[in-house]
């Protein structure tokens, strides 16, 4: 594929497919060249360097999330339902959380997706920097649940790569892990539970969460509601 037959949209969906595949660290020009049947320079061409290509595809991804009809459901609702969205796009792409620590990540998808998570809180009757806290409670707790997957995801690509000595140096990491946790009695109870694989969470970890942190802001903003009832019924008496 030549210069000018290439597109940046056909470039960032191949730098995706790449990326999930291999990560951060398999993601060159000449790799995604050989994908799009097209040299290395041409792909720069489009994109101009490594670094804008990541950006690019980082911020593609924020389009996967559907973003709630407000005026059809309720903000706990579409608060439950973009935190479910946004948990499994950063599963199916886990360098993304990579990206964030090495990147500058910006661009209209994440814009898109952080401006209708306000539109949210805001309907539920948070305003100003309460609207901004609540949603970045919700949106770094989602990121704290996604870091498991993503960590294990690295771990299993860099072992692929690494061949059978890595696989065997896991394995017996993986076992001296187990005999120090049976020295614990509450890690010991857990040993032959999902959730103690390495990077895995008991199941429906992010739905217990998410529920007990949603809670907690509704119940926060019944309190700030008590408070204005209190201090309007105050203004009233003293007048």
Do not use: C
Not at 55 to 67: C, M, Y
Not at 79 to 107: C, E, I, K, V
Not at 154 to 182: N, V
Request: charged share 25%; aromatic share 6%.
């Amino acid at each position: 594929m030549t210069r000018d037959t290439l597109t940046r949209e056909q470039i960032v969906t191949a730098a995706i497919a790449l990326l999930d595949a291999e990560g951060l660290e398999g993601l060159n020009m000449r790799a995604l060249g050989r994908r799009l049947g097209s040299a290395a320079t041409a792909v720069y061409w489009h994109v101009g360097s490594k670094d804008n290509l990541i950006a690019l595809a980082g911020d593609q991804v924020w389009h996967e999330i559907t973003l709630p009809d407000l005026d059809v459901v309720d903000w706990r609702t579409a608060a439950t339902a973009m935190a479910g969205d946004l948990h499994a796009m950063l599963t199916r792409h886990p360098w993304l959380l990579q990206a964030f620590g090495s990147f500058l990540m910006f661009g209209p998808g994440k814009a898109r997706h952080d401006d209708h998570l306000l539109a949210i809180y805001e309907a539920a009757g948070f305003s100003g920097a309460a609207a901004d806290q609540a949603a970045a409670t919700v949106f770094t707790f989602v990121l704290g649940n996604a870091l498991g997957p993503a960590a294990a995801a690295s771990l299993t690509r860099k072992l692929a790569r690494d061949g059978g000595e890595a696989e065997q140096m896991m394995r017996d990491t993986m076992t001296e892990a187990r005999q120090i946790a049976a020295q614990f009695p509450r890690l010991r109870t857990r040993l032959d539970t999902a959730g103690a694989d390495y990077g895995a969470a008991p199941d429906n970890t992010l739905e217990f969460g998410l529920h007990a942190v949603l809670d907690g802001l509704e119940a926060g903003l019944g309190a700030i509601k008590d408070r204005r009832i209190d201090i309007s019924r105050s203004d009233t008496d003293r007048s």
